[in-house]
């Protein structure tokens, strides 16, 4: 996975992934991780061992469920898709990293600029 | 609350787990299909194409495995997995199991029952709204001498002053009375108490309907007045709304009723009258009981004081004879009053629960420590197959929790049952005549103690814990190959000392407790063979009070014992009967006297010694011998010659040289109206019977006078005007209980209509004193018993082991021709020594022990021999038996098989 790739950081894969579904609607786990990789401009490498695990969580905690449907390519395949409490959690976790970001801008921003 | 939607989740995730693994696959290869696909696509050979998905997938099985731990409780199902091979493993050892878990049952089931009972009784506060400020208000003696409850008249008068410490104080009747309740279809006996004032507001007794009386109707001619209780309300007047101001005959005499009390369980009273004492009496007879209520913030040390200053005060009020030198009087915490005897009996019955538990705990160390031993190689074989050595220290702790609680279920179990068996045995009053008023009736009050079952399953848990944990993390630490090629046994030997130890001090503490329920058997046995000086066996005896007109003279009651000796007499089965003030053992009157012709040596008295009037037949009934002299005959009534009876040891104590019979005394001259009479010549000396209560107290033959029934006088009987309280005594040819009708119906057409209450035997009596000795010895030689079986299981279990160790080195000795006889007597010695060497532990404590029981103890001392002999001999040979078996085993080893075993 060398290649300048950087392995997704594992705090934010869950927003990631909730914000894929937000935008896209119903995607099975491939799918996902091949949208993360794009909109990251190929900069990003999903782990999978990492991926299915984050999206079984995000399922137990009832901010996405899934079913499983036929692909594409007429393929049986699992599809998650965001719940209402998903929504708001998107919501939520972009207003917190975006006070993050904003914090973090300040302090890496030479002195004396706003 | 995301958490818990997990946790439950992932709790659910236990379950399904083939479908679920079932799911992740097809899911995991659909995903690698597309991506071989997509690769394809985008040009790759689909040799390649498979590489490059896979490799990009990270290890198809390592994902797997974390969906895995995510989906469900990884610790859990560990668990779960314990718990599973733990119960093959206890099943696979069923006696090994019952074991382990009957010893942790009993010493939790019987340290529950007990402090149950003990924290009801003891501990926990009194169902008294300001329990913690009632005191009891005593006389005191210098010391050595016991203190005494009972209190005159006067003293109250005089001790009630100090209110600078007492908010409210009472005098009342040291005893429910029995008053006859009339005015309904049929009279009843009901237990009432005359009492001061201050009563209602020294217990907190509120009432539903009415009030309480007030000290104005307290005075001397007062008001006929009556608070009756919220259960005779309901019984007997059907819950009348209007009982307030309604009119109730009460000993024949019309009272108001102007309250009911709440429900209360704790008083064992139904009515209650005022006792409308007279501030300026000079009644010196200690006949009733005195409480106070203590202002708050007032100290009992306070309080003591104070009663010393009343005390002076009193001495200067009443020169002369009434008080003892260095007497004084004392407050006591009401509890402590009331408890009384039950408390020492109580706390030894703790201490020895407590030691069940202790060796409860040693054998169940014992087993473990065992079994972790000869598990040793089955444990170095998981390690060597991967097991973790964490993993392996959990797995041994699962089964010995496992254990634990399964006890602790028991326990709970036999703790309920305890309880009830218990307070089925337990005796009904403390010993000094107070019901005990703590466990409610029948027990009721006395429920399972949450905080000591809490603490007892908590110290089973930390033995199983650590003596299941010891042995596991050494067993894990060995080294594999060691532990594998040793084959598991020698070795140990630190363990082996840390196994004596415990076998030798469950010996040490059976000792204690076998010695313990020896004293008590010594004691019940001393007490049972005790010769009450009367004949106990068909006699029934039944109470009664006087109440009427006709018994304000002395001829009513006269003409009532004769009517009764003629229609009770007439009855088939009945050989005699009379009547007595007090009936014996268990209540007691006592007057002082001054002998004619003497000069007085106490005050204006010659002594102070038990009195009672009874009936002509009174000796003849109880089979008291007559030694000397007469007994009385109908012709000593009031109009004839004042004569009296005394008991041996009175005659013996007054008139050392013989010469009683003949002589003149007066008896209680001075106290009061009621007891202006004129001199009584001694006519007869009769034999000593026991008056006071075989039990605890001891029972010494006390100097008795007896006095005619027929010769009370007419002051007397207006003085106790309706409260005259005695006893029939109705000897029957056979068991008296089946002639109990007609005798009382024939009682009562022989007195005008009175009933009768309280019907027992005389042998029920002689039960009833020696009550609280049988009920501890009972518990105690059970106990006793337990620890017996358990130090018996520690010595066999340990032998056992050690035969099974030594197998080889048996077999060595064997080969080498010992003969089987010398390898069982090197068995037979191994644990002979570890059995002396507790039981001579034993025996040291068990001496340093038993003189805590002392006051329980009746004819035998704290340190009898024959006691302890008898302990040291049972469990000698019991320990000789525990090992026997093993050393038999060793016996028969085969040296060929042992040699060959490895």
Known sequence: MGGGKTDVWQGTLALMVLKTLQTMGAMHGYGIARRIEQ????????????????????EQEGYIQSEWGVSDNNRKAKFYKLTRAGRKQVERETREWEKTTAILARFLSPEGQP | MRWLRVCIIRIGGLVGKRWRDGELSAELATHLQMHIEDNVRAGMSVEEARRQALLKLGGMEQTKEACRDRRSLPWLESLLQDVRFGLRMLRKNPGFTAVVVLTLALGIGANTAIFSVVSKVLIDPMPYPNADRIVMLKRMFPQGLPSYDSVSIPEFMVWRQQTRVFESTSLFDGGPVGMNVTGGNRPVQVAGIRASAGYFKVFGVSMVLGRAYTAEEDKPGGPHVAVVSYGLWRGRFGGDPHIIGRTIEVGGSAYEVIGVTKFVTRFPTDIWLPLQADPNSNNQAHNYLDVALLRPGVTLAQARIAMKMAAEQFRRKFPGPFMMPGESATAQPFRDAVVGNARPALLILLGAVGFVLLLACANVANLLLARATVRKREIAIRSALGAGRKRVIRQLLTESLMLSFAGGILGLALGFTGIRVLLAQYPNTSGNGFDLPLIGSRGSAVTLDWRVLVFTVGVCLFTAVLFGLLPAIQASRTSLSQSLSEGGNRG????????????????????????????????????????????????????????????????????????????????????????????????????????QGRAPTMGPYNGDEQWRFISPEYFEVMRVPLLRGRAFTDQDVLSSEPVVVINEAMAKRYWPKGDAIGQRMSIGQGL???????????????????????????????????????????????????????????RTKT?????????????REATGGLPVAGVRSMDQVMAGTTAWSGFIETLLSTFAAIAVCLAAIGIYGLMAYSVEQRKQEIGIRMALGAQPKDVRRMILKEGGALAFVGIFAGVVAALALTRFMASLLYGVKPWDPAAFGSVVILLGAIAVIAAYVPARRAMRVDPMVALRHE
Not at chain 2, 705 to 726: I, N
């Open chain 1, 39 to 58: 909109t990251s401009g190929d900069r990003l490498a999903v782990n999978y061992g990492t991926l299915y695990p984050a999206l079984l969580k995000l």
């Open chain 2, 492 to 595: 140990g030997t630190h363990r082996s000392t840390v196994r004596s130890g415990l076998v030798v001090s469950e010996v040490a503490i059976a000792v204690i407790l076998l010695a313990g329920a020896a004293l008590l058997i010594r004691t019940l046995s001393a007490l049972r063979a005790l010769r009450p000086g009367f004949d106990p066996h068909n006699v029934l005896v039944m109470r009664m009070t006087f109440s009427g007109p006709q018994y304000d003279k002395s001829a009513g009651l006269a003409a009532a014992i004769q009517e009764a000796e003629r229609r009770v007499g007439a009855l088939p089965g009945v050989q005699s009967v009379a009547l007595s003030c007090c009936i014996p053992l268990e209540e007691n009157t006592d007057l002082p006297f001054s002998i």
């Open chain 2, 672 to 730: 009061g109206p009621e007891f202006t009479e004129l001199p009584r010549r001694i006519v007869g000396i009769v034999g000593n019977t026991r008056e006071s209560a075989l039990g605890m107290a001891g029972g010494e033959i006390q100097p008795v006078m007896y006095v005619p029934a027929e010769q009370l006088g007419d002051p007397f009987m207006q003085w106790l005007r309706g409260t005259l309280s005695a006893s029939w005594f109705v």
């Open chain 2, 735 to 747: 068991a008296p209980f089946a002639f109990s009708m007609p005798i009382q119906d024939a009682l």
